[in-house]
């Protein structure tokens, strides 16, 4: 087992590369947490606070959080108890500007990042399917095993409108201006790891699992 004190890992991957996937890995490996921001951000909108009110408008205009709220959210949950043996941040930073300013309060000490084709980034999102009611998650190829029927609630299995190839596409389009410059800025300062999403899961992580 690692030592686990010494990990402050950030996670970088267009849409579809799997990094949710290695993150919940990584976390049963290193056990130390997985923070998503997007989560963060979603359980404000859940809980109904001010913050999530103000989130759920920049979600619903098809903006990015401001980083403020991002930040401060973040900042947040990384002083929890369970954050203080190391973490595993995905979603975080998605520009330079966040980067350079959690220089002096993140300090990572690995980024991952994983990279795919956007043909595959589509196809694999594109096949995603996703219950209208809970949280499950699957495949169009596995919906023929129970129908549109989510096998754990009562709510049908849906094809959500963000993955759609067109939404897909504009996502990645996104990822690309907004996020890749982040990747060059990491590698510049050394602590990029760059890893080939196109590979099986295991074998991704087994590649991670050895670098760190």
């Not at 849409?15 to 290193?30: I, M, P, R």
């Not at 759920?56 to 990015?64: I, K, P, Q, R, Y």
């Not at 919906?143 to 990645?172: F, M, N």
Request: charged share 25%; hydrophobic share 35%; glycine share 8%.
């Amino acid at each position: 087992m690692p030592d686990i004190g010494e990990h402050r890992l950030i996670l970088i991957g267009p849409q579809g590369s799997g990094k949710g996937t290695q993150g919940e890995l990584l976390q049963v490996y290193l056990q130390i947490p997985t923070i998503s921001t997007g989560q963060l951000c979603r359980a404000e909108i859940e809980k109904g606070t001010d913050i999530g009110k103000s989130i759920e408008g920049f979600v619903h205009d098809g903006a990015l959080v401001p980083d403020a709220i991002v930040i401060a959210l973040l900042k947040e949950r990384i002083r929890e108890y369970d954050a203080q043996e190391g973490f595993i941040i995905d979603g975080f930073p998605r520009t330079v500007e966040q980067a350079r300013d959690a220089e002096g309060w993140l300090h990572p000490t690995k980024v991952i990042v994983i990279e795919i084709s956007k043909k595959l980034a589509i196809d694999r999102m594109s096949a995603r399917r996703a219950c209208s009611q809970c949280r499950y998650k699957t495949t169009a190829s596995n919906v023929g095993l129970h129908g549109s029927q989510c096998p754990r609630c009562p709510g049908k299995l849906i094809q959500r409108d963000d993955d759609r190839p067109e939404a897909i596409q504009k996502r990645l389009d996104m990822y690309s201006a907004v996020t890749e410059p982040v990747v060059e800025y990491y590698k510049q300062t050394g602590l990029a790891e760059r890893f080939n999403g196109s590979l099986s899961i295991p074998l991704v992580f087994m590649e991670i699992a050895h670098v760190l």
